[in-house]
T-cell receptor, first 116, second 111 residues
């Protein structure tokens, strides 16, 4: 079974430039998450999708970040314009809904962003 | 609000020694708890999880964890450390919106 696929793995950009990250979740997983992991920290949730709907985006900086999940499968996370503080690893995860919320999250390898 | 605290940002043990990584949680509902491992430049991989039932949970690579409600803890152990165990370990608490993670513990294995 294929895992969560993310691209690009690494991206280096100048500040104020745009950047986009793509995620393909595990087939059949209706829930998709974007996390941001700063150096030396645990992942922090940015946004969660149930199928096509963003059901929790309270931690997404909406002035410069946007996300979409067309057709309830692949997802794209965009930053425009990027700032120095956006340097981090962006992790995508997916899960199947299980009663009681016990389903584990499966993570991709992440996209490491460096803003110069 | 729920939260996870991992005690010790770095833990160093000798190869063959006991590994103990500490995790305490705060939750207003019965918790679902997870341990993940992250190797350099990779994503997070599930080691084990506790949902209900047996409080001692066995995972991959010889790791296990014990859920102690009275202590609000879910510490991760391994009887004998191996060099390949060197990695970052994250404790996670499942909520309605996904996983809330601790800040992680970097495990160093001394030869």
């Amino acid at each position: 079974e294929a895992g969560v696929v993310q691209s690009p793995r690494y991206k280096i950009i100048e500040k104020k430039q745009p950047v986009a990250f793509w995620c393909n979740p595990i087939s059949g997983h209706n829930t998709l998450y974007w996390y941001r992991q700063n150096l030396g920290q645990g992942p922090e949730l940015l946004i969660r999708y149930e199928n096509e709907e963003a059901v929790d985006d309270s931690q997404l900086p909406k002035d410069r970040f946007s996300a979409e999940r067309l057709k309830g499968v692949d997802s794209t996370l965009k930053i425009q314009p990027a700032e120095l503080g956006d340097s981090a690893v962006y992790l995508c995860a997916s899960s199947v809904y299980l009663l009681g919320g016990t389903g584990e999250l499966f993570f991709g390898e992440g996209s490491r962003l460096t803003v110069l | 609000a729920q939260s996870v605290t991992q005690l010790g940002s770095h833990v160093s043990v000798s190869e063959g020694a006991l590994v103990l990584l500490r995790c305490n949680y705060s939750s207003s509902v019965p918790p679902y708890l997870f341990w993940y491992v992250q190797y350099p430049n990779q994503g997070l991989q599930l080691l084990l999880k506790y949902t209900t039932g047996a409080t001692l949970v066995k995972g991959i690579n010889g790791f296990e964890a014990e859920f102690k409600k009275s202590e609000t803890s879910f510490h991760l152990t391994k009887p004998s450390a191996h060099m390949s165990d060197a990695a970052e370990y994250f404790c996670g608490l499942r909520g309605a919106d996904g996983l809330t993670f601790g800040k992680g513990t970097h495990l160093i294995i001394q030869p």
